[in-house]
């Protein structure tokens, strides 16, 4: 993996890089919204950069950027990475915590298929299924997890207050999972759209973190609505109080 200054992620947008332009021929049956998009992706300096650098996805340098702003990803600590194909993000927290075959400290889980990656446990499951949370459990160990880290979205329809309240959704689930793995003191990150909602989300997060924010990495297109919620230092879970007896 190249380092991020050299390319996009280093808080600059693309970094300086200019690959060449790509145009894109219209294709008999490809609506031109298609045409459109295929041009725009495949002219993204971070499309270009993600293939010289042997990255999964241009999506690796959101959280490049994103480490480089709060400096989360450390040596020696553990993730888990919810949503995680193609693998941009466990490629990244692979290199960054310095996870290797001998030492598993990467567990990524995602309904789509991926390929392997070194030093990453790969869970072709849907994390919304009721043995998943069991599952990534499993794979840690027995150990609690330093970060976790949700990129999921589900497929958009179109309709931004739908898209919303859906990515809304899956973030409760993970907040929930990240409570019960998190050891005090770790981090939670997730991508949300921007709707209204998220301040309600963020508000509760606030009660089980000391350190709740938003962020856009450079990396995010302009015109997507996505943000991501940054919640650093884990109060950890609330004791259970025990009945009194009678």
């Known amino acids: 993996m190249s380092d991020k200054s050299k390319g996009p992620g280093s808080g600059r947008g693309s970094g300086g890089y200019r690959?060449?332009?790509?145009?894109?021929k219209s294709?008999?049956?490809?609506?031109?919204?298609s045409t459109r998009w295929l041009q725009r992706h495949l002219n993204d300096p971070y499309v270009q950069r993600s293939k010289i650098d042997g990255m999964r996805s241009r999506a690796a340098y959101k959280l490049l950027e994103i480490d480089e702003k709060y400096n989360l990803l450390r040596k020696g600590q553990r993730i888990v990475d919810l949503g995680a194909a193609p693998g941009g993000w466990s490629q990244v927290a692979a290199k960054k915590v310095g996870s290797h075959i001998d030492d598993i400290r990467v567990v990524g889980i995602d309904y789509l298929a991926m390929e392997p990656l070194p030093g990453v446990t790969l869970l072709e499951k849907d994390f919304l299924d009721d043995d998943a949370p069991d599952l990534l459990r499993e794979a840690l160990g027995g150990h609690k997890a330093d970060i976790v880290l949700s990129d999921m979205a589900a497929p958009t329809t179109g309709h931004k207050q739908t898209d919303h309240m859906r990515i809304i959704q899956l973030c409760e689930v993970a907040v929930e999972f990240a409570r019960e793995v998190l050891t005090p003191g770790g981090t939670f990150i997730a991508k949300v759209f921007q709707g209204g909602t998220e301040h309600t989300l963020l508000n509760e997060l606030k009660r089980d973190f000391r350190q709740v924010g938003h962020y856009k990495p450079p990396a995010s297109r302009k015109d997507s609505a996505e943000t991501y919620l940054i919640a650093r230092d884990f109060r950890g879970m609330a004791p259970k109080v025990e009945a009194e007896q009678q």
Do not use: T
């Open 19 to 24: 690959g060449l332009s790509v145009r894109v």
């Open 27 to 33: 294709a008999r049956g490809r609506k031109i919204s």
